[in-house]
């Protein structure tokens, strides 16, 4: 005891201590990562990648480089993940259509098979959020009123309350939210395309952003309930456009009355 007590006052046990808390905290770092790498983890075949590779460098290497590595014209696309490769080319935003403040979605240019070779390719790379299966976005499994919660306290100060979308800055925009597939949805929830952040699963588990897809597809099928929607940017837009409308009839009728002969 006597001896274990000297040592605890040696001028080296503070750094002894210091450096061994480094290590199990490294450790316990590089352990969480493996996890969420075999997670992310995708089988994709030899030949997919293969022919990925093919259709990356014919299509995509000008912007992305070569081996993806990036350019002054694209992002590297080294760990991004085969999720963010589907979203944007499965929602047509990428090959981009000319250069521009963000990518804008349009019809999609490749088939799902070549889609899908090329997140192959992709996520050959380095490890990223995977494509999600069906169970992620099974909509019969999600809880819309949590997902509303979710989308109005993370979401909705971009994309609106009604997620029709919302202006930013620079000539940068949130998209609206209508017709989205669930799996785009999730995708862009996991990846952060654009301007919009990386919600990972620590931030919004898997199962709040199956929630969120089930509240915005519900409203989605709902509709407006009635009436010009005007954008669905609340009793604001409402409330001006009626104070507007009923002064210009106001004045009108002034104009109208004073006109008449007497």
């Known amino acids: ?36 790498e075999a997670k992310a983890a995708t089988t994709y075949s030899a030949s997919d990648v293969n022919e990925g590779n093919k259709l990356f460098v014919a299509n995509c290497a000008t912007c992305h480089g070569m081996n993806a590595e990036g350019s002054a014209d694209g992002p590297s696309l080294v760990g991004v993940g085969a999720a963010a490769v ?31 070779k090329l997140a192959a390719y992709v996520a050959s790379l380095g490890a990223g959020p995977a494509v999600p299966d069906d169970e992620a976005v099974d909509t019969s499994q999600g809880n819309s ?12 100060m971009c994309h609106n ?13 949130a998209p609206g939210l209508s017709d989205v597939s669930g799996k785009h949805i999730y995708e862009a929830m996991a990846t952060g395309p654009q301007n919009m952040p990386v919600f990972n699963d620590s931030n919004i588990t898997p199962d709040e952003k199956r929630d969120v ?15 010009a929607s005007l954008g669905s940017l609340g009793p604001v837009s409402e409330g001006l456009l009626i104070w507007t409308g009923g002064l210009a009839i106001v004045i009108a009728f002034t104009i109208w009355l004073t006109s008449r002969p007497s």
């Not at 001028?11 to 199990?24: K, N, Q, R, Y």
């Not at 009123?145 to 909705?156: L, S």
């Open 86 to 116: 589907d979203f944007q080319v499965g929602t047509g935003r990428m090959p981009m259509q000319m250069q521009g403040p963000q990518a804008q979605a349009k019809p999609k240019q490749f088939s799902d098979e070549e889609t899908q």
């Open 1 to 36: 005891m006597k001896a274990l007590s000297q040592r605890r006052r040696h001028p080296l046990a503070a750094v002894a201590l210091l450096l061994m808390g480094l290590l199990i905290t490294g450790g316990l770092y590089a352990a969480a990562g493996s996890v969420n």
């Open 145 to 156: 009123a949590a997902g509303g919660e979710v989308f109005r306290v993370n979401c909705a």
């Open 213 to 227: 897809i089930t509240f915005l597809q519900e409203i989605d099928a709902q509709g407006s309930p009635g009436g």
């Open 161 to 173: 309350a009604g997620a029709a979308g919302g202006a930013l800055t620079r000539g940068k925009f």
